[in-house]
């Protein structure tokens, strides 16, 4: 068991208050590789940007908990070598159940996300109510959410087939009475390949920025969180498909529309498929043009330089860079 204090981390309570009244989003990359954790915190040390360290379920499968804990804890001692303290938060993403959580907490999370949106109203407050009463307990701050996204999810299952938009009352009344720290809303972001559906004419429609406006108007100061935001650059779609990939179609959430949020109450914005694709695209670039090779450092250390630019272009994007 680990205390995350004890890794070097910090909760989200400081860190979203300076974004809500800086004008600027915090970045929250979720990383499923030592590679993509290295690019992460090389972006972070070039820009002295604050960060968010996504990890979910199937990440503590794939690492183990202890493994998660140690590779954030070596990243955050790479910030301290370099001569920098930057917050830096290890945020459990979709927590699915309140025993989720409470690993989580114990295994040195100092963020988690209790995930009930696919619940009744009600049976989403009390679950996340339980969760927000533990996690407060042990100074962890807790990510809920309310209305749904449609898309695929991590493990590649598909979700709802239209998002159900936050009601923002709703919203409202479900902050008040869940004591949740921040909460993730639908405004038109998605899980997977295709974040939007493109209007009759080919434009992309705007999220639905009413409804966030009128949460911020109803509860001034509490954090906005957006997930299903990757951009899904055609330039790595089309180089999956160069090299032995085949991806369809993707739709991703115009950059613009990620600046223009991060000025309003959202003061955490996912990626996580860019990140992903970006990855893809670059090893199945490097191991066409290396058929013969044996060692996976071909590929992975060739990878590391692509992502941090992926990440730092993020960071721009977000405002958030130097204020840390």
């Not at 590789?33 to 199937?58: F, R």
Request: glycine share 8%; proline share 5%; with cysteine.
């Amino acid at each position: 068991m680990y205390n995350y204090k004890e890794l070097g981390l910090v909760n989200t309570k400081e860190m979203f208050e300076k974004a809500y009244y800086g004008g600027y989003t915090v970045p929250a990359f979720n990383f499923i590789s030592i590679e993509q954790m290295n690019a992460i915190i090389d972006a972070v040390i070039e820009t002295k940007s604050p960060v968010i360290l996504l990890a979910s379920p199937n990440l503590h499968r794939q690492l183990g908990h202890e493994m998660t804990a140690r590779v954030v804890q070596a990243g955050v001692d790479r910030i301290k070598n370099a001569g920098l303290e930057l917050p830096v938060v290890l945020h459990l993403d979709h927590g699915m159940s309140f025993e989720h959580c409470v690993t989580a907490v114990e295994n040195g999370f100092s963020s988690i996300m209790i995930d009930g949106s696919a619940l009744p109203f009600e049976e989403n407050i009390a679950l996340t109510k339980k969760t927000v009463e533990y996690a407060h307990a042990h100074d962890v701050t807790v990510e809920a959410e309310l209305g749904i996204l449609s898309g695929a999810e991590e493990d590649g299952a598909e979700g709802h087939r239209e998002s159900m938009y936050t009601d923002p009352g709703m919203a409202e009344e479900f902050i008040q009475r869940s004591g949740a720290d921040s909460l993730a809303i639908s405004i038109g972001t998605c899980h997977g390949l295709v974040k939007m559906k493109p209007n009759p004419d080919g434009t992309l429609p705007e999220l639905r920025f009413d409804i966030l406006k009128h949460i911020q108007k109803n509860v001034p100061g509490f954090p906005i969180v957006l997930h299903g935001a990757s951009n899904i650059s055609p330039e790595y779609v089309k180089m999956i498909n160069q090299h032995g990939g085949h991806i369809e179609q993707t739709v991703g959430i115009p950059d613009d529309q990620i600046r223009k949020a991060a000025k309003t109450a959202v003061c955490k914005v996912n990626i996580a498929t860019d990140g992903w694709i970006c990855a893809l695209a670059n090893t199945r670039r490097i191991l066409d043009e290396n058929p013969a090779a044996i060692d996976s450092r071909v590929f992975t250390l060739k990878t590391r330089p692509e992502m941090k630019e992926l990440y730092l272009h993020k960071i721009d994007i977000m405002g958030s860079a130097g204020k840390a």
